[in-house]
């Protein structure tokens, strides 16, 4: 990519930077009442900042993120996509739904071999998510692969079934197993074996991220693959067990089990079989993945490697190839703005704590790892605590704030980018006590930020990739149910112009969105966007 530098007589900005992104992951603009955590928490930097001539609010979900329909909550993936790209991509959860649709799916490379496997006399194995929560898998694909399995004859299928309890409701796991342990009972005519294995919750099995706690996958290696883990009889007796043992308990931290019959595990991965991560996104699924098919593998011991076809339902990382072998292809996104900034010379910092560290990183680079150029770019992240979240509210907001300050001071970078991942991470656990924390850590680090940003002479942007802390309940009759997921709710956008070289005004983009975001950075930098790009919100109207 070619970047154009342009001038201010051109409506460009002759200022040459900080500017400084603040994601604060999680934060929405709810509907100002007891349940909106946000307003709720006292917030005097964000209140004044909402106040701004400049402020405006951006659609974070549905289909100006590239979600099927706009009754889909944004999430992080599909943000800082948008956020890091400039423009809306069909996500994983669209482009999965299509190649079923037309059964494109189906004619690949991936699912003959594994169709292959099956007619070898092989187990085919489906490991993921069973919710419909549409951030990481959709039920829905998990019913059309296993219906596919039963037309094209496959004699034994077995589910490895993740808990969700954080997309949907926190105690919804029966709503979806349920109807999941009747289907494959019904599809289990003819010769055809198809049961549930084994599972467990995401947060505790499999599903870890940024390699900020492997147990989770040695767990789920252990249960899916090994057999070895908690026993029952079936994955609804497992559910309603934790649920009876403690009333507490939410399906995402459920412990991993193990479905038996005489004692036995009734679907272990053996020699010869396929093994399909059916998760279309991939932060939650690169290690896993990762397991299955790194030679050699030392982050835990894996007593046992099968020799598998191992398939994700997408590729969840384009530049490692990982995996090797997929059902979908995951969306081509290109000219992201770390591309374009490091084609102009343009100097960036991003920093995170481990939980958020790959979105401003992978995800705002359009799913890629790794660095675009290490000689202008800085990625660093701090390690996030492995306690639960509500448990320690604050995370790592002030050392990420600490370290931003000596960029700021001292650094060279002209583009700054972080993550506080506070009331997303915390949100999602719907402590309403903890949420307020959280929101009021990141209104005192915003704070601090603020004022550096000022003494640097640079712009600060703060907004977020989608909603979470914005709703912490949902009320019925009276009964008040957690709200853990993120929200509908659009996003803040605020700019402030500390370098006073501009005079800014919004353009009047209408229905904005965060894929608006990566040209408004450009015109701050003093670059014409890529005329790809989706406009930019904001004007320079004189020097
Ligand atoms: O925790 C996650 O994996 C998702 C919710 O499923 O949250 P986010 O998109 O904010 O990362
Ligand atoms: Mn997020
Ligand atoms: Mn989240």
Redesign the pocket.
Known sequence: MTALRLNSLDGYSRFDGPVVLIIM??VGVGSHDERDGVYVANTPMLDSLMQEPLTMTLNAHGKAVGLPSDDDMG???VGHNALGAGRVFAQGARLVNEALATGEVFRGKAWSELMGRAEAGGTLHFIGLVSD?N??SHIKQLYALLEACADQEVKRVRVHALLDG??VGPKSALDFILPLEEKLAELSQEGRDYRIASGGGRMITTMD?YNANWDVVRYGWNAHVLGKGRQFGSASEAIQTYYNEDAAITDQYMESFVVVEEGAPVGTIEDGDGVVFFNFRG??AIEISRAFEEDDFAIFDRVTRPNVFYAGLMQYDGDAQIPKNYLVEPPAIDKTLSEYLCAAGVTSYAISETQKFG?VTYFWNGNRSGYIDKDLEIYEEVGSDLVPFNERPWMKAAEITDKVITQLRGGKAKFIRLNFANC?MVG?TGVPEAIRIAVETVDMCLSRLLKEVERAGGVAIVTAD?GNADCMWTEKKGKRTPMVA?TLNPVPFIVKDFSKANVLAKTGVEGAGLANVAATICVLLGFAPPKEYEPSLLAISKN
């Open positions: 992951d999680g999430n992080s993936e929560g951030v990481h954080r997309d991220r932060d939650r979105h997303d999602h989608h993120h």
